[in-house]
């Protein structure tokens, strides 16, 4: 595959909460979005209802807040955001997330109806000793899954009928796993993208998730925050969470900065294809380790 940053890119992030894609991407694609305009689309799915995420409010409650809180975001970030829907056209429940047929099938048809350049999505731990959320290592264990599967146009016609007599080529993205603050001491980082210029929108788009914040955050008790008195506040806290991911990836400083890594699931990129396309690397903080290591697997046109 060679370099894309030529035309229009397409940037997926596939993640299992509300307020995932805030918290690990969200100054990349701003960054990007800047850099290419009309020339970009992005697109953000969740992949669990959100029920759970919640101390006093029902559950059905909490669905409907949380993607009214998402699609506040997205408008302020510029982006698309899609819940992920099964071959049922129901969402998976969140907290008992998964690797099922169904889920397989769910993501193949996103991704394949998309075709992204790029894709996002969480980790998955190597050391068994790391901490781990559910949703999340099943979002990754599927899309690692599902990613041989995305230019096998046969691969899901019992859940998706309609998809009979369409085969296509489909294009496969590169796929790159974000930071992840559940896997404490266990996050690994290729290249890291300098998002401080994006401060304020990242500020501006997880302050969109208020309940979050301002209740379930703070009830859960091991991220160690109280409710921001104000935006200002919140700015403050975010920073603090800044510094903390920095001191764990060995990033100097408290600005702000996001860490992904080089995954041989899909399409593998070259070093030059990646600095050509990514906004804000910074080459000092990226040791590009991965990519030296699936150099065998990758084929130039």
């Known amino acids: 595959m060679g370099n894309i940053h030529h035309g229009a890119v397409k940037i997926l992030f596939l993640h299992a909460h509300f307020d995932d894609y805030e918290f690990t991407a969200s100054g990349l694609f701003e960054l990007w979005r800047r850099k290419l305009g009309d020339e970009l689309r992005a697109r953000v799915v969740v992949c669990t209802d959100g029920r759970a995420g919640h101390?006093?409010?029902?559950?059905?409650?909490?669905?409907?807040?949380?993607?009214?809180?998402?699609?506040?975001?997205?408008?302020?970030g510029q982006y698309e955001f899609q819940s992920l829907r099964l071959p049922d056209g129901s969402?998976?429940?969140?907290?008992?997330?998964?690797?099922?047929?169904?889920?397989l099938a769910a993501l193949w048809k996103t991704i394949r109806d998309f075709e992204p350049d790029y894709l996002f999505c969480p980790p998955l731990p190597a050391d068994p000793?790391?901490?781990?959320?559910?949703?999340?290592?099943?979002?990754?264990?599927a899309v690692r899954k599902v990613a041989y599967m995305i230019n096998v146009p046969h691969a899901f016609l019992e859940e998706y009928p309609a998809e009979v007599g369409k085969a296509k080529p489909c294009k496969v993205p590169v796929i790159l796993?974000?930071?992840?603050?559940?896997?404490?001491?266990?996050?690994?980082?290729?290249?890291?993208?300098?998002?401080?210029?994006?401060?304020?929108?990242?500020?501006?788009?997880t302050w969109c998730h208020q309940s979050q914040i301002m209740e379930w955050l703070p009830w859960v008790g091991r991220h160690k925050m109280s409710p921001p008195e104000s935006f200002e506040g919140w700015k403050h806290i975010l920073r603090d969470r800044f510094a903390r991911q920095n001191r764990e990836l060995g990033v100097p400083g408290s600005q702000a900065s996001e860490a992904f890594m080089v995954t041989a699931w899909g399409e593998v990129p070259t070093k030059d294809q990646i600095?050509?396309?990514f906004p804000g690397i910074n080459p000092v903080w990226s040791p590009?380790?991965?990519?030296?290591?699936?150099?065998?697997?990758?084929?130039?046109?």
């Open 275 to 277: 600095m050509a396309d």
């Open 91 to 103: 969402i998976p429940r969140e907290a008992c997330l998964l690797v099922t047929r169904d889920l």
């Open 55 to 76: 101390h006093f409010r029902s559950p059905e409650e909490t669905t409907e807040l949380r993607i009214s809180e998402q699609l506040a975001s997205a408008k302020a």
């Open 177 to 205: 796993n974000t930071f992840d603050c559940y896997m404490a001491g266990a996050n690994a980082l290729d290249f890291v993208v300098d998002v401080e210029d994006a401060f304020e929108s990242i500020c501006e788009m």
């Open 288 to 301: 590009f380790g991965n990519l030296s290591k699936f150099a065998s697997v990758h084929h130039e046109e």
């Open 129 to 141: 000793l790391a901490g781990i959320h559910v949703d999340h290592v099943a979002v990754a264990e």
